[in-house]
T-cell receptor, first 113, second 113 residues
Framework: QKEVEQDPGPLSVPEGAIVSLNCTYS??????FMWYRQYSRKGPELLMY????GNKEDGRFTAQVDKSSKYISLFIRDSQPSDSATYLC?????????????FGPGTSLSVIP | DADVTQTPRNRITKTGKRIMLECSQT?????MYWYRQDPGLGLRLIYY???????NKGEISDGYSVSRQAQAKFSLSLESAIPNQTALYFC????????????FGPGTRLLVL
């Protein structure tokens, strides 16, 4: 079983729609959770970071973590064509010498005008 | 100017050739990383370095070597390139403040024929 699983998509939605992106993970040792956005031909950029169960909101983006179910989500409200990108979830564990970070394979999102 | 730069951005090489990918950063971060990204597999860690004297293997280091020439420079070498090393390569930097948040370069697209 992969440590992080993510539906690769592609996901195509009309402009203005609410988008839900999801990841599941297998090891409860992971303590913090991130979402990265990657535009075509660019490097990933950090979008959201959280370490607790519950919701964290930043503008149109909401990260949701359920540690009991090992499930993380990213919601995008009022989606825009500029949100078209690949979204990578990432999970991290504090360790003595190196924080282990595992990335999901990414979900490709297209927002159609 | 970009905080994390990679050269070259694109490279085509032949099986058996030695190739070096270079990364420079102006963020002042101590930690630097090399990843490769393949469709469906996500980002996989090749090597990481916490400072000039500290080099560590990641999950897929076979066939690769690295050099940390200075705090700001971290190079990845393929001693004898093979076709299954065709991938998108990313350099990243971080400063661990309560968890790893990484800053990625724009990537190098490598094709090994």
């Amino acid at each position: 079983q992969k440590e992080v699983e993510q539906d690769p998509g592609p996901l195509s939605v009309p402009e203005g729609a609410i988008v839900s992106l999801n990841c599941t993970y297998s090891n409860s040792a992971f303590q913090y959770f991130m979402w990265y956005r990657q535009y075509s031909r660019k490097g990933p950029e950090l979008l959201m970071y959280t370490y607790s169960s519950g919701n964290k909101e930043d503008g149109r983006f909401t990260a949701q973590v359920d540690k009991s179910s090992k499930y993380i989500s990213l919601f995008i409200r009022d989606s825009q064509p500029s949100d078209s990108a690949t979204y990578l979830c990432a999970i991290g564990a504090f360790e003595t010498s190196y924080d282990k970070v595992i990335f999901g394979p990414g979900t490709s999102l297209s927002v159609i005008p | 100017d970009a905080d994390v730069t990679q050269t070259p951005r694109n490279r085509i090489t032949k099986t058996g050739k030695r190739i070096m990918l270079e990364c420079s950063q102006t963020k002042g971060h101590d930690r630097m990383y090399w990843y490769r990204q393949d469709p469906g597999l996500g980002l996989r860690l090749i090597y990481y370095s916490f400072d000039v004297k500290d080099i560590n293997k990641g999950e897929i280091s076979d066939g690769y070597s690295v050099s940390r020439q200075a705090q700001a420079k971290f190079s990845l070498s393929l001693e004898s390139a093979i076709p299954n090393q065709t991938a998108l390569y990313f350099c990243a930097t971080s400063t661990s403040l309560g968890g790893e948040t990484q800053y990625f370069g724009p990537g190098t697209r490598l094709l090994v024929l």
